[in-house]
């Protein structure tokens, strides 16, 4: 159905189509890559929002933060995010060693230095995707603010600590011709 979608908005002449929140997804369809690479000649852009994402939850880090902690899923977004954040100089600390070896191999050479191991759990801010854990979240200090990067927000375990809202935009109305199946 996704495929039909974007080959249609094609041939009506359509520029963008963005995927919604559940047709999007590395194993569902590359984020929308496997719909690119079938049909070459599209005239339409197939989007998925990774970019605004990334952009959200970097504006809902308190300004003058130099740590963070990047837990949950390794997707897209969490690496942009992870290299947008260390090459803005901020320290970002990884938990368990496959996700920190994985991070550590798409990094350019002069961020690296900002991307650390870590044991300790000491960090104020939380980036958090999928996969967080109950445990995870009680070893965060009183106070930690948790934002997910995620399409779903963590369940929240801790009346101590602070959870942003999932990355969101809101259309503006002056917006026209704007569809949506969601």
């Not at 979240?137 to 942003?164: N, V």
């Amino acid at each position: 159905m996704i495929e039909e979608a974007i080959l249609d908005a094609d041939k009506k002449g359509i520029k963008v189509v963005s995927l919604g929140l559940m047709n999007q997804g590395e194993e569902l369809n590359m984020y929308g890559g496997l719909y690119v690479s079938r049909h070459p000649k599209l005239n339409v852009k197939v989007v998925d929002g990774s970019s605004l994402a990334v952009a959200s939850v970097l504006n809902s880090i308190p300004k003058g933060t130099t740590q963070v902690l990047l837990r949950g899923k390794l997707t897209k977004v969490a690496y942009a995010i992870a290299f947008t954040l260390c090459q803005q100089g901020v320290q970002v600390a990884i938990m368990h060693d496959d996700d920190y070896v994985k991070l550590k191999k798409s990094l350019i050479n002069s961020s690296e230095t900002n991307l650390v191991h870590t044991k300790s759990c000491t960090q104020m801010i939380w980036l958090v995707g999928d996969g967080l854990t109950e445990e995870e979240q009680m070893k965060a200090p009183k106070g930690a603010l948790f934002i997910p990067y995620s399409q779903f927000p963590p369940k929240k375990h801790r009346k101590d600590c602070s959870y942003h809202f999932t990355p969101a935009m809101q259309t503006p109305t002056s917006i026209e011709n704007v569809h949506s199946c969601e």
